[in-house]
């Protein structure tokens, strides 16, 4: 069983779900990015989803484009992010995955990358600009199996029964689901048709439902979970944007710690 389905299994029987926090690779370094991972597993996040640094990003808002660009320019690769992975693993087993396009992976090359993700204690893939209909190199070099990266699909509000389908047959850990079309980015609400939307998906899959792409504060996380009665929130342009703003890691936590309320049901 893999750390993220663990994780998820383990809040269910607490009565919680699960809060994702999204952190951009290297912004502003590598060095800091670990320390942030750290700090916000003691604030209470459950799964961390470390973004790739990539100069053509896709489904990103212009606050992760603006923090992938700095990871680059931070020296940030693949190869130095799964030694950082590495290194974290040294003192945590919090659940990570990394969300990336599918280029960088294959450049680095398939098999090459899950050996060397899967030794560094990688946990899961999300790879935004894969659809599982052209998935057959990547799913190769990760079979399906216990041992497998966990491989997380992305569903959204435009996605119909075929595509719920595909993603209930070839995902694993739990499915992504988008709250709404277009980019990454703060909103000052959530949609209207979340839980339908949600509820689609439930019924199709025993995976947990996690929803992203403008969750962004404490009351958004509790719609997500209480309202659309999912299994997880994403949360990521809200800590990005923080960030940048060079707010310390300590505020930092306590915005994750604020978050992470939202996700209980007492």
């Known amino acids: 069983m893999s750390r993220i389905t663990d994780k998820f299994q383990s809040l269910k029987a607490q009565n919680e779900a699960a809060l994702i926090i999204f952190l951009t690779a290297g912004d502003p370094s ?3 990015t670990l320390e942030l991972v750290l700090a916000f597993e003691e604030a209470g996040a459950d799964v961390i989803e470390l973004g790739v640094p990539f100069s053509d990003p896709l489904a990103d808002g212009p606050v992760i484009q603006a923090a992938s660009q700095r990871g680059l320019e931070s020296g940030t690769t693949v190869a ?8 974290l693993r040294q003192t945590s087993q919090i659940p990570l995955l990394l969300m990336t396009c599918y280029n960088p992976i294959l450049q680095y090359g398939l098999e090459r990358f899950v050996v060397e993700a899967k030794t560094a204690g990688v946990d899961g893939m999300l790879l935004s600009d894969l659809p599982p209909e052209e998935a057959g190199d990547w799913t190769a070099a990760n079979p399906p199996g216990p041992a497998s990266l966990n491989n997380i699909l992305l569903l959204a509000p435009t996605s119909p029964h075929e595509r719920i389908r595909l993603v209930a047959e070839n995902g694993s850990g739990f499915v992504y689901c988008v709250s709404r079309t277009g980019v990454t980015g703060q909103r000052d609400a959530l949609p209207e048709d979340l839980t339908q ?7 199709a899959t025993t995976m947990p439902v996690a ?3 403008g969750v962004s504060s404490r009351d ?3 719609t997500v979970i209480q309202g659309a009665k999912a ?8 800590v990005v944007d923080r960030i940048a703003s060079g707010q310390s890691v300590a505020d930092l936590a306590a915005f994750v710690r604020e978050l992470k309320r939202g996700t209980r049901s007492t």
Not at 80 to 87: D, F, M, S
């Open 30 to 32: 590598l060095e800091k």
């Open 197 to 203: 939307l949600v509820t689609r998906i439930k019924a």
């Open 220 to 222: 958004h996380v509790s």
């Open 231 to 238: 299994d997880g929130a994403v949360v990521g342009s809200a």
């Open 80 to 87: 130095r992010i799964l030694e950082g992975v590495a290194k």
């Open 211 to 213: 929803v992203g792409f």
